[in-house]
């Protein structure tokens, strides 16, 4: 029996499109088939006739349904065809060189003017601003003098007991004096990569990588190898055992609680199986769990390191994804690394803001950011399916396009032809910006490939600016 859940805090309208888009997936509303009227789908699901109203306008507008006058809704026949892995088994390491074209890209994207499809921004979606501006305000007036002061090179006693106490819903036990507060999830990749590896060594990547990963890689002087990664399950482990057989791999850099910019989740039978290859091995695996609390399709993972025996897991996350960037605020569990990892972190940046820890240890305690994820969440997923709608609308029919569990990115495939460091500088000329897909690949792949953001509010500028998009693709492939 369908039924909807008043009391779960998401909108009405959106478990009626979630329920609709569940019969879709299990074959019980097939291409064709006719919706339930307005009133009989209100009765069933004891929700008001405009909520029922409002969730069909909603799947008229993503292209899902289709209104006949005086007979109805019915289901499209609209399929988006797949994203597929990229072969990388005949990769080797080799050196990363992108941070001259992702020097063009930030020099552009920045720009107030700008509509930034290019930054992968989730928590601007719902800022959380006038709550954190109170909260803020109450920890100056309580600790005046100190909030001005230098924190503990290793973060905020309060945040690191809080982190600590939310990681037992994972599973895992954590000493608050295991964590080590950062300067966002970048400082804590940095201080993970230069405990566990050299310049020189291989780091073995997922296909495509988040290109922060790449860049950093690049700027330690150190190797990428890329494993071929499924755009709905994750690394490929038998592509990953067969690469360490033929190369000598000093630690892997994976984001695999959620890829960016794939947007999949792997299992937790796959996370348990991966970090035991990797401890058998003796190579550190180092995870980049900061999307970890923004899944929306699927109960969260364990993290990676919840799963291993000896210490060799790394966990980097921050709260620039979830809350606010600005704030740079990150944090790292660095197992056995923790000693050499606390000593380069003073070496590097000494300590991270206080005033903003203390805020956030405010924030978590009082049950405020767990209510702002939840609210967050359903806007997100609302946003892709907006976004996958637009796109499937305004690209040409070839365009792949990935099913993101959770995040603010979807990942396109564009016709061959197409050439995205070119889209990216005719998007700017527009006032647009994107992600183009080689500076995801140490390779040089995915000449052909774009990630957009939809971690805005959603808007016609939005919508504006994928036609927009799709247009000039047009004009690409016109001219090819």
Request: aromatic share 6%; with cysteine; net charge neutral.
């Amino acid at each position: 029996m369908l039924s909807v859940h008043k009391q779960s805090g998401d909108f009405l309208y959106q478990q009626v499109i979630d329920l609709i888009f569940q019969q879709i997936a299990s074959g019980v509303l097939a291409p064709g088939d006719k919706l339930p009227s307005l009133r009989q789908l209100s009765n069933e699901l004891a929700v008001s006739i405009p909520t029922v109203r409002q969730a069909y306008l909603e799947l008229e507008r993503q292209g899902q349904v289709i209104a006949r006058e005086k007979s109805g809704y019915f289901i499209q026949d609209k399929r988006y065809n797949p994203l597929v892995s990229v072969d990388c088994r005949a990769c080797k390491p080799v050196e990363v060189r992108c941070r001259n074209l992702i020097d063009q890209i930030y020099d552009a994207i920045h720009s107030p003017d700008v509509l930034p499809l290019g930054i992968a921004n989730p928590c601007m979606a719902l800022p959380a601003t006038k709550t954190l501006h109170r909260t803020m305000k109450r920890v100056m007036a309580r600790a005046e003098e100190r909030t001005l002061g230098y924190a503990h090179t290793t973060g905020d006693l309060g945040l690191r007991r809080q982190l600590a106490y939310r990681y037992l819903n994972h599973g895992l036990s954590i000493n608050p004096d295991q964590i080590l507060i950062t300067n966002g999830a970048q400082e804590a990749l940095a201080l993970a990569l230069k405990s566990v590896a050299s310049a020189g060594d291989v780091i073995a990547v997922e296909s495509p990588a988040y290109h922060g990963l790449l860049e950093l890689i690049e700027s330690l002087g150190m190797l990428a190898l890329e494993i071929e990664t499924c755009p709905i399950s994750g690394v490929s482990l038998d592509a990953l055992s067969k690469a360490l057989l033929r190369h000598n791999v000093a630690a892997c850099m994976f984001s695999s609680s959620l890829n960016n910019p794939l947007g999949c989740v792997s299992s937790n039978e796959q996370r348990k199986e991966l970090v035991d290859l990797l401890e058998n091995n003796e190579i550190a695996l180092i995870e980049d769990d900061v999307y970890g609390d923004l899944i929306y399709d699927q109960p969260r993972p364990h993290p990676a390191q919840y799963y291993s025996r000896k210490g060799l897991v790394l966990t980097c996350s921050s709260f620039s994804k979830t809350v606010a960037p600005g704030y740079r605020i990150g944090w790292l569990l660095a197992g056995n690394f923790y000693a050499t990892a606390h000593k380069l972190k003073r070496a590097i940046s000494c300590s991270s803001g206080l005033l903003q820890q203390m805020t956030l240890t405010d924030f978590i305690a009082s049950g405020d950011y767990d209510r702002h994820i939840k609210r967050l969440l359903p806007v997100l997923k609302f946003n892709a399916q907006r976004m996958t709608a637009a796109v499937a609308r305004n690209f040409p029919a070839e365009t792949c396009i990935s099913q993101p569990r959770g995040g603010s990115v979807i990942w396109l495939q564009l016709p061959h032809e197409v050439d995205s460091a070119k889209l990216f500088h005719q998007a700017i000329n527009h006032n647009i910006s994107i992600m183009p897909g080689e500076i995801f690949s140490a390779g040089r792949r995915y000449q052909n490939h774009i990630r957009l953001s939809y971690g805005h509010p959603w808007s016609e500028a939005m919508d504006q600016g994928v036609a927009t998009l799709g247009r000039l693709v047009m004009q690409q492939l016109a001219a090819a």
